[in-house]
């Protein structure tokens, strides 16, 4: 199947950076990507939607200023989290389809990236 | 909210199949079902998907209710490994509940 990577897979930074997480389609065109938070033995939380060229759809209560999210190529989303906190702490997941959400919607899969984990100190 | 329930632990016996429920009463006519199962500490990794009909791969079989209000993932014979969490989720809607977590058991 298609494969998605995260880069990197764990990181550690000072409270009050910034820190950006890469989510690369390997050997598909990702139209849409999604990124997810996912705190310890709780569930994925979706964070937002983004489309390839568009800007992202966040879901309620997500931040769009603090979760930045661009998704500049059919192969590229980056999710960028500001001035992070110790709350911010988490695992945060991407997936991508090659499917469109538009008006025409076109089946296809959703392959997940294997997550890349987020302390903040 | 996301649009599937399940219910949140199930053990299973080696060797037996596994049927994990999942109702999702407000899919819409185009939306597929989706199963997932993480293990921990990794992304999650994708079962099996099916519309209408039932599906069957490598890994397990899909039964999707006639008015397609839930669905049942069926492990024909589930192994050690196997332990996971397993979510269902509606395509389109994206959003994950809190899944089943399967034990199987010796």
């Known amino acids: ?121 | 909210d996301a649009k599937t329930t399940q219910p949140p632990s199930m053990d299973c016996a080696e060797g037996r199949a596994a049927n994990l429920p999942c109702n999702h009463s407000t899919i819409s006519g185009n939306e597929y079902v989706y199963w997932y199962r993480q293990i921990h500490s990794q992304g999650p990794q994708y079962i099996i998907h099916g519309l209408k009909n039932n599906e069957t791969n490598e890994m397990a079989s899909l039964i999707i209710t006639e008015d397609r209000k839930s669905s049942t993932l069926i492990l024909p014979h589930a192994t050690l490994r196997d332990t996971a969490v397993y979510y269902c989720i509606v395509y389109y809607d994206m959003r994950f509940g809190a899944g089943t977590r399967l034990t199987v058991k010796p």
């Open chain 1, 1 to 121: 199947g298609a494969v998605v990577s995260q880069h990197p897979s764990r990181v550690i930074c000072k409270s009050g950076t910034s820190v950006k997480i890469e989510c690369r389609s390997l050997d598909f065109q990702a139209t849409t990507m999604f990124w997810y938070r996912q705190f310890p033995k709780k569930s994925l939380m979706l964070m937002a939607t983004s489309n390839e060229g568009s800007k992202a759809t966040y879901e309620q209560g997500v931040e769009k200023d603090k979760f930045l999210i661009n998704h500049a190529s059919l192969t590229l989303s980056t999710l960028t989290v500001t001035s992070a906190h110790p709350e911010d702490s988490s695992f945060y997941i991407c997936s991508a389809t090659s499917g469109g959400m538009g008006l025409v919607r076109s089946h296809n899969e959703q392959f997940f990236g294997p997550g890349t984990r987020l302390t903040v100190l």
